[in-house]
């Protein structure tokens, strides 16, 4: 790939996406456990040849937009107009000071562009000036009247489906959209049509037809289950942990404030429900233990409250493109009774993971007056975590064999 002097990216995520069915613009939307914007944004943000990233958003998304990119690197987001269009001007004058030789403009409901058809893109607006991304048409299509009678067949080898990012130099693209504006012609639907109305030759290179527009709830169901059925190395990790009783008038359990005429002794607040789940976690990732990661020698941990261990555990799931499926803890205590302060429990522990509280289970067993849990000199808990990864994880760490 030809490196340009500079290359921006805007990425135009100002819509409402109300096709998409209820739960907000779609571009924040979830899909296989990410928003879409951040499947969207993320690969430009990675890629060595963008050098900056221009988002155009929604005023009233400010809160929801910062949540979703929040560990990307990208310029201030700009408001978004009233049409497409206006958004992508929008982009483009905010750009402007910066004046990029190329610029790829890029929808951010195509939550699955990859890094080689960016590539693509940039290669050929270098050569071509404008270039858009374009897979075959594999369907027929038909030219259809007001009443839907067909009216013609056009030549199925001609057609191509647009896609984005389209890439343009930026200063005839700017130029274009500046145009348009001023002769209050604001009904293009994408910028390649601006620029055939400008007069510009418009090039194409090869899509993708994973880079597909989410826009249906029908799209939607589809790439969950798609992105579900990749998650399948599925993992199962256990964890243990106790905590002795002294003085004192509370214990954290589960990250419950539990009011109590004893204590926990520990270095942390001793949540012990909470440390075998982080356990179980860690596990299943087969990446060390509570102790590895928090180690009880680094002053940092003393008090801690525990709830900033199992976010921790959740985010390196997470980091590994993964998902958890279900989370167990087993109480083994005397005294409190477990029972009562289950369902706080499960709910504070969906608080701390962001899963549904449908996936995490709390149970509770004494030891029949036996033992250090029996003579209450102690809590002890047990925890079961199932995960699923990605297949390529395996892949990597047998050498690139993308099969277990
Ligand atoms: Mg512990």
Redesign the pocket.
Known sequence: MTMPKRTAAIIVAAGRGLRAGAGGPKQYRSIGGKTVLARAMEPFCTHPGISAVQPVRNPDDADIFDQAVCHLAYRPPVDGGATRQASVRAGLEALASQAPEIVLIHDAARAFVTADVISRAIDAALLTGAAIPVVPVTDTIKVVDAAGAVEATPDRALLRIAQTPQAFHFQTILDAHRRAAREGRDDFTDDAAIAEWAGLTVATFEGDAANMKLTTPEDFAREEARLGAMLGDIRTGTGY???ALTDGDHLMLCGVRVPFNRGFL?H?D?D?GL?ALVDAILGALADGD?GSHFPPSDPKWKGAASDQFLKHAVELVHRRGGRIAHLEVTMICEAPKIGPLREAMRARIAEITGLPQSRIAVKATTSERLGFTGRQEGIAATAAATIRLPWDDIGAANGGSNQP
Do not use: L, M, T
Request: hydrophobic share 45%.
């Open positions: 942990d106790v905590h520990a942390s001793g012990v440390h509570i």
